[in-house]
């Protein structure tokens, strides 16, 4: 591997983790000034949608890596302080923990960046491994990459979305890819 590559595959990592970082933080910068309603005048529903912004609000996200850039093993973990004291850490999914709407009017909706632009490296959400790290995508045994350069925009997915396999959309004709929405 030349330095040049190294480098930019180092960049590529850094801009990866920094993409989740910042997602992670505008989630919780967005939903921590939310004003709380009485308890007496919530519906079950609400105080579903409290509580998850309420722990929203809590989650201070850390990013943790396994494994080398650039092969198959590597992994990017996102950790959460998860109690009351934020002594004990968490690994959270970002697929299945990260709600689909944001707190507030309900007009925004997260997104998790798989992908930051100006990147080739085609990273996603594991979807069969615990936990649903984030990892390079890869087809015959090899990692995957955008072959016409980089990408100008950022990629990823909604969180607690799926592609139903089973479903053929009469739009495209093709059915789901059984993998979060993107």
Same mark, same amino acid.
């Given at each position: 591997m030349t330095s040049n590559t190294k480098t930019r595959d180092l960049l590529s990592l850094g801009l990866s983790v920094g993409a989740a970082a910042v997602s992670a933080?505008?989630?919780w910068r967005t939903t921590r000034d939310a004003p709380a309603e009485p308890e007496s005048e919530r519906s079950l529903r609400d105080e579903k949608k409290r509580r998850q912004s309420m722990r929203c609000r809590e989650i201070e996200t850390l990013v943790m890596e396994r494994g080398e850039a650039g092969t198959k093993d590597?992994?990017?973990h996102v950790l959460a302080k998860a109690n009351e004291d934020n002594t004990t850490i968490a690994e959270i999914s970002l697929w299945h923990d990260v709600p689909l709407v944001? /707190? #507030?009017d309900g007009k925004l909706f997260n997104f998790i960046c798989e992908i930051p632009k100006c990147t080739r490296k085609k990273f996603e959400v594991a979807t069969t491994e615990g936990r649903t790290p984030i990892k390079q995508d890869e087809k015959k045994g090899v990692l995957r990459e955008f072959k016409k350069g980089d990408i100008f925009f950022n990629y990823g997915c909604f969180p607690r979305t799926w592609e !139903? /396999?089973?479903h053929v959309s009469a739009d495209? #004709?093709? /059915? #789901? !890819?059984n993998d979060p929405l993107d």
């Open positions: 933080y505008v989630l590597y992994r990017v944001a /707190p #507030g !139903d /396999p089973r495209t #004709g093709y /059915p #789901g !890819d």
